[in-house]
């Protein structure tokens, strides 16, 4: 079983459109996270949610949209999608005190 | 905040060399310091952690890290650089809540034949 997996792997949508990205972790993690890495491979924290509550939220466009439905999912949202945001969407999670970060396999969105 | 250095986006080795990649973070309190690898279209995956038990952290695939508290580094070394290597090495901190991570902007691997 895959630790964090998450679908679409693949997005290409055009701009204005909406789409969601969905997480799930198997590991018991109560943290979980949202990343979005650059065509320069840099990695941007947007939202961290502990036990459904959110508890990082960086400066990100209100366009996006997380949702936790319980502590094992968290989802991604974005509505009026723009061309700067194609990038790869990474969701992780991880365990308390110091625990290192599980990854999915990541989630490309191109946006033409 | 916490902000990690990597010294080099791009590092070249011959097959066989010895592997260097640098990682120095800013804290006056030791973190939890972490090397990940990203083979193309991957996600991250961990090599290494440390979390205050031994300076010296062995790592999969060869890779080993020593803490320095007096330099504030992390390096990631390996004695004999592989094909299979070349791939895209992070270095993270995180601070003893766990929660809030923070990356360096990544240093690609080439391996030369």
């Known amino acids: 079983d895959t630790a964090v997996s998450q679908t679409p792997k693949y997005l290409v949508t055009q701009m204005g459109n909406d789409k969601s990205i969905k997480c799930e972790q198997n590991l018991g993690h109560d943290t979980m996270y949202w990343y979005k890495q650059d065509s320069k491979k840099f990695l941007k924290i947007m939202f961290s949610y502990n036990n459904k509550e959110l508890i990082i939220n960086e400066t990100v466009p209100n366009r996006f949209s997380p949702k936790s439905p319980d502590k094992a999912h968290l989802n991604l949202h974005i509505n009026s999608l723009e061309l700067g945001d194609s990038a790869v969407y990474f969701c992780?999670?991880?365990?308390?005190?110091?625990?290192?970060?599980?990854f999915g396999e990541g989630s490309r969105l191109t946006v033409l | 905040a916490q902000s990690v250095t990597q010294l080099g986006s791009h590092v070249s080795v011959s097959e066989g060399a010895l592997v260097l990649l640098r990682c120095n973070y800013s804290s006056s309190v030791p973190p939890y310091l972490f090397w990940y690898v990203q083979y193309p279209n991957q996600g991250l995956q961990l090599l290494l952690k440390?979390?205050?038990?031994?300076?010296l952290v062995k790592g999969i695939n060869g890779f080993e890290a020593e803490f320095k508290k007096s330099e504030t580094s992390f390096h990631l070394t390996k004695p004999s650089a592989h094909m299979s290597d070349a791939a895209e090495y992070f270095c993270?901190?995180?601070?003893?809540?766990?929660?809030?991570?923070?990356f360096g902007t990544g240093t690609s691997l080439t391996v030369i034949p």
């Open positions: 992780a999670s991880n365990g308390p005190w110091g625990g290192e970060l599980f």
């Open positions: 993270a901190v995180s601070e003893y809540t766990g929660n809030q991570f923070y």
């Open positions: 440390y979390t205050s038990a031994a300076t």
